[in-house]
């Protein structure tokens, strides 16, 4: 208990002299800038930012606070990556003026955001054809893979509208939707109607997802099913079932469920005549997978750390942190996202949704 308090605190603590560096910053300059000789009203707005991923949490209709707080995430990166560079350069050439290097910081800015904001906002749809043993004879499918849409205020509507026309167009025998299909909760799913544009997407086996971490964090599981099941989504919870016995699905509960079943324990129902496919939202355990024989693997959840240089931090966490790879008879898939979390930009990883066609080999 004590220790948990001293993390708090300690957190606590860092995180305001982060604030309290990021705003004397921009304070200095706009005063320099723009003659600004309001530190209180300057004070009491700068809190707000620091402090709106607090305040959005309270209730899930503070849509403006919500909007704000993700674009404090972009303000907070990159600045402590760019404003120590910038006092840096102050002081080693003490004949550069402030003002010019502030605009040269909110030109970066600007272009970050525009540019991050194209790659989150235009997916693009990646190919790729993979081959599979069987024992039965199955015809060859298709899949479309997505996940980590957060589906909410910002990753929105019309980008699971730009979703449903790719996975359409593609014709797919099946479509997965690999965990963090909504922002915490479905509040905004339900608000926008979002629903309306789900029950558009077609497959000839159907659409079928599973839970992520944010699922978890939103606390509202069964409303989230319930909106699911509304929308033509089936949600598996450690459930494997077998498709116009073509092959066999497992859909895994995200590790934030502790007491989430084994992959071993989900496997007794797997007859390896057929392929048998497993989405588990987070890549975080390879191994079992390629031991018991798992035909294809499909994660998301990393994002490929969405903003740079975060993916170092995600190559370090996991094993295959992004992409295609092929270990020992097992294809094993992780995909950035089709949607973001938090800030609307992605400058490390484009959203993305994956079409795979298997060619079934004896």
């Not at 479905?186 to 997802?209: A, H």
Request: proline residues 4%.
């Amino acid at each position: 208990m004590l220790k948990k308090v001293i993390v708090s605190f300690s957190t606590f603590l860092l995180y305001n002299v982060v604030i309290f560096y990021l705003g004397w910053n921009v304070y200095h300059w706009l005063e320099v800038a723009f003659h600004l000789n309001t530190p209180i009203v300057f004070s009491i707005i700068w809190l707000y930012f620091a402090y709106s991923i607090v305040i959005s949490n309270l209730n899930e209709r503070f849509r403006i606070t919500k909007v704000v707080s993700c674009y404090w995430m972009i303000l907070m990166e990159y600045g402590l990556l760019l404003f120590p560079i910038a006092n840096l350069l102050l002081w080693l050439v003490p004949s550069v003026h402030m003002l010019w290097i502030g605009y040269i910081i909110l030109v970066l800015f600007v272009a970050i955001i525009g540019f991050g904001s194209y790659m989150a906002y235009s997916p693009i749809v990646r190919t790729k054809t993979i081959q599979v043993k069987t024992q039965h004879k199955s015809e060859n499918f298709r899949m479309v893979i997505a996940s980590d849409f957060h589906l909410g205020i910002l990753s929105n509507k019309k980008l699971l509208q730009k979703f449903v026309e790719r996975s359409n167009a593609a014709k797919p025998d099946i479509v997965f939707l690999v965990g963090d299909i909504v922002d915490d909760h479905p509040y905004w799913y339900k608000v926008y109607e979002m629903d309306e544009v789900m029950k558009k997407l077609t497959s000839t086996y159907g659409i079928y997802g599973v839970l992520g971490n944010h699922e978890y964090y939103g606390k509202q599981i069964p409303i989230f099913i319930d909106e699911m099941k509304k929308s033509g989504v089936t949600i598996l919870r450690d459930e494997t079932i077998c498709i116009a016995d073509s092959f066999y699905v497992t859909g895994r509960e995200d590790k934030t469920n502790k007491n989430r079943k084994s992959l071993e324990q989900l496997s007794t129902s797997v007859r390896h005549r057929l392929p048998w496919i497993v989405m588990d939202h987070t890549p975080s355990d390879l191994t079992t997978p390629v031991e018991l024989g798992v035909d294809i693997h499909l994660s998301g959840h990393t994002h490929l750390g969405q903003m740079w240089p975060n993916q170092w931090i995600t190559k370090r966490i996991f094993e295959l942190d992004y992409g295609y790879l092929l270990k020992n008879t097992t294809h094993l898939l992780v995909s950035s996202g089709f949607g973001f979390w938090g800030p609307p930009i992605r400058t490390n990883s484009r959203s993305e949704m994956w079409v795979i066609d298997v060619e079934l080999t004896n």
